[in-house]
């Protein structure tokens, strides 16, 4: 199906097509992604049109307004983690959290695996970005997201295979 004045393809056509990753890539860097969280939005775009009309059409407007859906969830993600790493940083402040309760993490931080606690350090305690702790760690910023996982699963008493 050729496109018409609308930009209406078929979903297949847009899912192959470069105009999905400029569209993908403008709503990106308009919200100030890097390139992984850019690649995210692009994603997630694709699946949206998979999952709506694999054979049907679908118009610019509708991709155009996906991606920036998408962006926005991606705003949401990124910010519930930065809340939930604020909130776990305070636990480390002396004047929000009682003796016991710094002695019961320090306990738990000296039984963790060392690159869990290295990770702990460098990230909670130094204040390293995610993208400095991947350099440092030698793995991908995912990577550094899991160790962040584990690392609390680990704090309040799950155990873990880091």
């Not at 604020?86 to 002396?94: D, G, K, N």
Request: contains cysteine; glycine residues 6%.
């Amino acid at each position: 199906m050729a496109a018409d004045g609308r930009g209406e393809r078929l979903a297949s056509e847009w899912l192959a097509s470069k105009e999905l990753v400029c569209i993908a890539d403008r709503v990106a860097r308009a919200y100030g992604f890097d390139r992984e969280d850019a690649a995210e939005v692009l994603q997630e775009t694709r699946i949206a049109l998979w999952m709506k009309h694999p054979d049907g059409p679908v118009c610019m407007a509708w991709v155009e307004r996906v991606a920036m859906n998408k962006a926005v969830d991606r705003v949401r993600v990124i910010l519930r983690a930065r809340s939930a790493d604020q909130a776990f940083a305070a636990l480390e402040h002396p004047n929000q959290s009682s003796a016991e309760l710094k002695h019961l993490l320090h306990a738990r931080l000296a039984a963790l695996p060392e690159r869990l606690r290295t990770f702990y350090e460098l990230h909670y305690l130094a204040g390293w970005s995610e993208r400095d702790i991947a350099t440092r760690l030698g793995v991908g910023r995912k990577g550094i997201r899991w160790l962040d996982r584990c690392c609390r699963r680990a704090l309040f008493g799950r155990e873990t295979g880091a």
